[in-house]
């Protein structure tokens, strides 16, 4: 039996997570709560939030996101105007761009 191939990431993606752990911790640790605690508050394992602390990439985003508001470690804009108008930004320039890529049924004569 074949086991799972194991998910690597970039060092940017690791270095992210790992900055983001560490600022949760951080919050969780000015606000005096325990790592329990927070996992309550958040609906999580303790063990999940020990995960997101770590920065084990295989934490669902959600959770991480959640954690994160939960301690006041702000991801992207401070105000949710600002997060507001961003987002519908994205999804204006997201509209002009064709809904899908297809490829050409006819072969492609590159040769000049």
């Known amino acids: 039996m074949m086991g799972r191939k194991e998910r690597t990431f970039s060092r940017y993606a690791r270095e992210a997570a790992t900055l983001l752990g560490r600022r949760i911790r951080l919050g969780r640790l000015e606000r005096r709560w325990t790592e ?42 401070a105000d949710r105007e600002s997060l507001t108008r961003h987002t519908a930004r994205a999804d204006e320039k997201l509209a002009l761009l064709p809904a899908a890529v297809r490829k050409s049924g006819k072969p492609v004569d590159d040769a000049f």
């Open 36 to 77: 329990q605690e927070l996992a309550d508050r958040a609906g999580i394992s303790r063990a999940t939030l020990q995960k997101i602390e770590k920065a084990e990439l295989t934490v669902a985003i959600g959770l991480v996101f959640e954690v994160a508001a939960l301690v006041g470690v702000v991801l992207f804009e």
